[in-house]
């Protein structure tokens, strides 16, 4: 039984990282259609035994094939909201989706950095809604944190020499 969930768990965070996945949006359906290169026809049909539901590539929504994903998105109803207590996790913003996959990811407010990757899609974000006030809105390239980490290594040296020359002629 534990081998099975683990197995299952293993296939779906393996199917959660590639980026042409998409999962079923049927409520009682948890499947997962790999579909490359679907830009120019983006019908998918799921195809597991008794679903068979129609959904689109790009908005991973019911299929809509005469509206734009735009369009359908501002037609559909919001889904109706279960009742929350005041004090939920969310309210407090200390669980919030990932931007790439949705997981939801739990942050411990212990005054720790607000830079946060995902560890299903391994997506990079920044907790804060504003983006990081630190760093830039931006995320870094890697080149950028290379330069800024061989920086601190030649820079430490330099400015340890300098305090102590200057510390030394007191």
Known sequence: MMYEKYEEFSVRRALAADPDTRWCPAPDCSFAVVATG???????????????????????????PTQTCDAARRSRQPPPRAPQS??????????????????????????????????VCGAEFCWLPSGCTFWGKKPWSRK?????????????????????????RV
């Open 38 to 64: 679907c830009a120019s026809c983006p019908k998918l049909t799921c195809q597991a035994a008794g679903c068979g539901a129609s959904f689109c590539y790009h908005c991973k929504a019911a299929w809509h």
């Open 86 to 119: 005041s004090h939920s996790d969310q309210d407090h913003g200390e669980v919030k989706p990932c931007p790439r996959c949705s997981v939801l990811i739990v942050k411990v407010e212990d005054g720790s950095c607000n830079h946060m990757v995902c560890c």
């Open 144 to 168: 950028k944190k290379l330069l800024w980490q061989l920086g601190t290594l030649a820079g430490a040296p330099l400015g340890i020499a300098v305090i102590r020359s200057v510390v030394c």
